[in-house]
């Protein structure tokens, strides 16, 4: 009898857009005079089973839209096609109008620090390159390292502690171009989210962030293929979507990129004699792939291939000015895979699950010569090699049986380097949820099984090794060959429950366990929202999260620990506790603020282990040039740290701070204007061996405003200001010459001051004790980037052609300092490296 009932029965499955082709969320679709229905995924898709056959109406409603009836026929055994637009309309509340849009929170949900930002905001960012990532740094609470890099530094905690997701599969590096970009393309994603604290349990081994991107599905949108094209003055890349055969229902999305600043700075660079022979200046391509398809009414399929090569080789020109030179000959690469299955056996259960696979490699070869500026201060090439001929011949022709003339001056080197990493995962993962009632309960597990190595070796010339360990910077050694292959595994359970429409609640369990260190984790989250009134809403979360070591983490942090050390043994996995509580209001239909405070806790941070051995110190000599060792004392021997590669568990932190956000949000045929006003007052120390330090990434103050404004229907003008209190910088406390090694006639080893070849001392900085660790503070940072783009429909095809500016005042931000001695006046010379100057772009979108 019921598969008589079944049989009589159909289905309807489609997706809801709003009417500028962007997917609703949380739209709730019913079949008409039936408790039959279903509530839009994050993708605008929805599915409705067991339809009692014949002519229906789909109802489709959303607050801030219209509500939309339409007519579907639905056939028994078989599935109808619906896709639903949606106009925005106004609610009145409490005489304000709030109008729909995908940037405000919903009520219901109880996750804080919770932003999402639009692709078309990542694409048309002034300044942001077209990258997502980068897109990122304009909102409260995330700081940019530096220009040249596209990390995310969020609530004072370092890069390495950001899970990044896309399509619920994680990467170990998201970068191209070397970090200068992401692998995000904001032509091909339909959904940012970031969360900067207090995530739930779903997430984890990460102490900081989470992003959370999604590809869009593709489709043809009624045609075989459509597609866009972007060019720029650096890079192109061509989006190409479609659907697939109607018995497989579904669509797919291929995209290419590539940069070119290989074919442009090449010739320029090799024309100023900056380098020599075959350059390859740094380039990437990259090649993403999405197919979904839903051959049946239950289930779909999603299939997700990346691929991605980066590329750079550079030797130093004949004719430098500079004494240093450099050779490097680098490729990596970044790979995913990943096949979803979406079950939905009925409107209230949701399970996925995932496989995939992830490789990220990379190899160099490097050498060259450095240290021009401890041997010879700031003296250029032919500075140095005039200072050669003028020596007395025969030191001429000593030297030049070492090799050194005045063609040739020597410098500090590195031959025959090499480094290399490899990172595997294979990944199985389920996620389900199931409404019931005033509940919706998700639970989920995963096994990470993980493989990775890492290698590096250096050559350094007897004088570099010599001062390396005088300076006692021996925390990385001179060859590394390591490889680690390990799981992970952890299953998590969350509850949320509606307990009114004013309060939700939603409590969450996470377990992890971590092979490498053989330990067990529970980490407990819990999150509230309260709807004060229709336009105010109270959110708080409270949390735990835990963070294994492994070599995959090493990148994004930029300090190498020995993995395979016993002391791995006694390691803890690193912990965070966050507490958030913030408030949001809709102050009018366009205008909302968010005002949030957080406090995180770090626990057993992981850090190089400190010794204490000896080392020579030597004082300069009263009324006596320190220019020559004649004018120090004898060197003695003093006790002194130095840091090693092994792990351990030595640090703690704390990071806390209130962010305010102001939105004003452009609302389409009535609006303008659009953009937002951010400011954060952070505060991130670190705390060691008695000591309280600020964190590298310590910026006190940020500001961020960005606007946006529609002349009219062919004109857009963007801009956006960026302002950061500086960083902190250990100073430097003075400097003393370099004490190295040297056996005499008789064999015995006796500590001397280096020289070089003009018996000048070599000084290194000294930059103080633990007290002095980042004491001092760079000069602030600030930029207007600024960006206009024109619209066009030539030959039936949409153009966008913009001009974007980074630093239209050509403002020259502090990246770090570093100090040379002045060997006659024997004082420190400050030298300030600057960021990116003013830099103009122009590019180009059409589609088809």
Known sequence: MSSTVHAQNGAVEGSVRDDHGEALVGVTVQIDETRLGAVTRKDGSFLIENVPAGDRTLVARAVGYEMVRTRVPIRAGDRTHADVVLKESAVKMQGVEVRAEGKRQLQSDTRTSVTKIDPRDAKYLPGAGEDVMRSLRSLPGVVAPNDFSSQLVVRGSGPDQNLIVIDDIEVFNPYRLYGFVSMFNPETVSDITLLTGGFPAKYGDRLSAVLDVTNREGGGKGKLVTGKLNASMTNANLVLEGELPSALNGGWLLSGRRTYYDLILGPVARSAKLVDGDVAFPNFRDLQFKAVLSPWPTSSFVLDGITSRDATELISGSERTSVDSFSINDRSTNSLAGLSWRYTPNTNILSKTTGSWYENTGETEFGGEGGSRLLYGDASRDSVGAMIRALPQAVQDSLRKLGITAENPPALGISDGNAGFSFRKFTLRNETSIRSGAHLFEFGATLDEIHTAITFKSTPDSLLKAIRLATRRV??????????????????????????????????????????????????????????????????????????????????????????????????????????????????????????????????????????????????????????????????????????????????????????????????????????????????????????????????????????????????????????????????????????????????????IAT????????????????????????????????????????????????DVINIYNHKNILSRSYTVDKTSGTLVEHDVGMLPILPTLGLSVAF
Not at 603 to 630: F, H, M
Not at 665 to 674: D, E, K, N, V, Y
Not at 756 to 765: Q, R, Y
Not at 788 to 801: E, F, H, N, Q, R
């Open 475 to 752: 925390a990385v050694p001179d060859s590394i060959v390591s490889s680690i292959d390990y799981y992970r595994t952890n299953a998590f359970a969350q509850d949320k429950i509606n307990f009114s429409d004013r309060f939700y609640l939603q409590a969450g369990l996470r377990f992890d366990y971590y092979r490498l260190i053989d330990r067990s984790y529970l980490a407990p989250r819990l999150s509230a929202s309260y709807a004060i009134d229709p336009l105010t809403t109270v959110r708080g979360a409270f949390g735990i999260y835990y963070q294994s070591p492994g070599y995959e983490k090493l990148l994004d942090r930029a300090t190498y620990f020995d993995l395979t050390s016993p002391a791995v043994a006694d390691l803890k996995a690193e912990r965070a506790t966050h507490y958030v509580l913030g408030i949001e209001r809709i102050l009018t239909e366009d205008w909302q603020v968010r005002v949030e405070g957080y406090y995180k806790d770090f626990a057993d941070l992981i850090v190089q282990q400190k010794l204490t051995g000896v080392k020579y110190v030597s004082t300069p000599k009263s009324g006596e040039s320190v220019r020559y060792p004649s004018g120090w004392t004898d060197p003695v021997a003093v006790a002194g740290d130095s840091l090693t590669p092994i792990p351990v568990n030595d640090a703690t932190g704390a990071a806390y701070g209130v962010e305010v956000l102001l939105q004003k949000i452009g609302t389409p045929g009535t609006s303008r204007w659009s953009g937002w006003l951010g400011y954060t007052l952070s505060f991130a120390n670190r705390y060691r061996d008695g000591i309280t330090f600020p964190f590298d990434y310590d910026q006190r103050h940020t500001v961020n405003l960005v606007m946006n404004y529609r002349v009219n229907d062919w004109l857009e003008l963007g801009s956006n200001f960026q302002f950061g209190s500086g960083f902190p910088y250990t100073p430097p406390v003075g400097f003393y010459p370099v004490v190295v090694m040297n056996t005499d006639s008789t064999g015995v080893k006796k500590p001397a």
């Open 756 to 803: 070089n070849v003009f018996g000048e001392t070599l000084f290194t900085i000294d930059r103080g004790g633990v007290a002095n660790i980042n004491s001092a503070r760079l000069p602030a940072y600030h930029r207007l980037d600024v960006r206009a783009t024109w619209y066009a429909d030539w030959w039936d095809l949409k153009w966008s052609i913009y001009l």
